[in-house]
């Protein structure tokens, strides 16, 4: 989206245009940005650019039509007006077709564009106007680490995306839904191999690099209480997923995959799908108030474990399935929106039970050690179930007076796993992002943040024990933190370039390799 709406709780990711400018200072769509949220990464944050509420005056002609900066453009309208109106359940007024050139007269003109390649000679807004909105985005993440880890290395990773929605009420007339579908391809290599890290410093490295589908789905609202959704969908586009601040997801204003789309201990220690990856699966969302002031949800998802590897991309059905993720999420938002009223605060708690059968923690003992050296008779159990919790929350600090579109958040997320099988029982994600740099940079960032990593301590008290046994190569897992500082450099609505610096101590989560600085570039684009 490109509203300055705080939107709590839809991420709907990684994917669409708007994330993934929002996250790279891109795209819905982790890897997590979104113009549904496609998600992922990630994250669909993007809509039609035509919609609009009921009884709103048509847009006037121009080369995007008129929004109001509390009013995204998306699917389903304001997150603060949850009027059927808004919903995607009726049809929406029509946009007015602009009268302009396929291609911008002007080089200022191309950069004024709401996407990189603009209205199509306005076959995109009649495209919006019948309910089908299409988008894509590209997002590529470089790094290199002069000093510290295994060896100095570069590395370079990218992830193109294309999908659509297809709002059926606009469309038909009915009230069928929304049907949604992205498809994803990466490719490169990731640093975090080189160095070791325990969590990829590249936001969209990962999750086999190939072509998959992101998302396959139908989405239905169910007037202003409930909505719903089931097909092929990742789990981090509705659960401990970021907010969206300024049409921006928020945590993927950094580059490193531990902040970015939701705090990665989740996924290190359960069968919670992240994006790009996509799971059968279905959530139910319920309002108690028909707006955002509270939201309620619940989901269920197949856990696969292969389901991220290259070969296999185009796995459907329930080939695989070690068990069901069942994700439970209670959420607030107090104050107003990012330009208006209260300075907003968000809140999320949540939960998951998975069902899956797994070896105990001490399974993973031999991925911290040297290849080849003698860990003993390591005492691995299978466990039946695991379970987990998160809390996030965000503060709006301040609202320049002179321009509301200008101000700065604060958030902190903490998440905790089953000790019985969780490599990292306690994670910690924050960060401050500022909104607004320099006087005549009203929409540049400037973003600095960490994660704190715990290893669960069983491993450290296990190696400690072999090494008064006389095992002396044994490597103490510990932790692994990390700090990052960047800056979003955006000279369009739709292109976003991000050079930071990230510094990582213990890579690894052990001290065999010297901390490590890594140089960064993320550059993303929306279609």
Partial sequence: MTSRTFRLWRNTKKISAAVLIGYCGAVSASAHAQVSKPSSTRHDDSGP?????????????????AIS??????????????????LGTTRHAVTPVPDEPFIPASFEDWLAQTTMTGNWGGERVRLQ???INIFGHYLEDSAGNPIGGRGRTVRYAHEAALGADVNFAQLTGHNIGIFHILLTERAGQGIGQQLPALNSPQEIFGSGETIRFTRLSFERQFGRYVDTEIGWINTENDFAQSTTHWGMNLYCQFQTNAICGMPQGIASNSGYGYYPTAHPGA??????????????????????????????????????????FLPFQIGWHFGGTDTHGALPTNVKVGGYWDTSEVNNVYGQFK??????????????????????????????????????????????????????TAIAPYFITWGIVRKGTFWNRPNDTISIGGKFNFVNPKLGIYAAALQQQGYTNILKPSGEHAGEINYGYRPAPWLTLRPGVQYIWHPGGTNRYRNALLLDMEMGTTF
């Fill in 49 to 65: 650019h035509g919609s609009m509420r009921e009884g709103a005056t048509p847009s006037p002609p121009s080369s995007q039509p």
């Fill in 69 to 86: 900066v509390d009013d995204p453009p998306t699917l389903f309208g304001s997150p603060y007006n949850r009027a059927p109106s808004s």
């Fill in 129 to 131: 106007n019948e309910g």
């Fill in 283 to 324: 959530y139910i969302k319920v309002f108690p108030f028909g707006d955002q002031r509270m939201l309620v949800s619940a989901g269920i998802y197949n856990v696969d474990p292969t389901i991220s590897n290259t070969g296999y991309a185009w796995k459907m059905w329930l080939h695989g399935s070690t068990g069901v």
């Fill in 367 to 420: 991925g911290f050690q040297i290849p080849g050296v003698d860990v003993g008779n390591l005492p691995i159990e299978k466990v039946r179930g695991r379970f987990g919790g998160w809390f996030e929350g965000d503060q709006m600090l301040q609202r320049d007076r002179a321009d509301p579109h200008r101000s700065t958040i604060a958030f902190l997320s903490f998440t905790w796993g089953d000790p019985r």
